[in-house]
């Protein structure tokens, strides 16, 4: 639900055609056995819908800050060109 809000937010408040926010757990702390260490999750709002999907990404925090933000950018590439 925080993903998708955010994502929502940033789409409305920016007056854009697309958008993309991502809240999780890069660590090293702050995990717990249902939320752990490197999950995260991404929301991306386009014209017609808002999906969030979730990533686990097992690594220091700075491997998990690089993941997402490439997946996250990735993930948007993908939408756009297709």
């Known amino acids: 639900p925080v993903a998708r809000a955010m994502a929502m937010g940033a789409r409305e408040r920016s007056d854009s055609d697309y958008s ?5 757990i890069a660590g090293p702390d702050g995990g717990t056995p249902d939320k752990p260490v490197g999950l995260i999750y991404l929301g991306i709002c386009t014209p017609d819908d808002c999906r969030v999907e979730s990533y686990q990404f097992v690594h220091e925090r700075a491997f998990v800050r690089l993941r997402t933000a490439r997946t996250a950018l990735n993930e948007l590439r993908k939408m756009l060109v297709l």
């Open 20 to 24: 993309l926010a991502v809240t999780g």
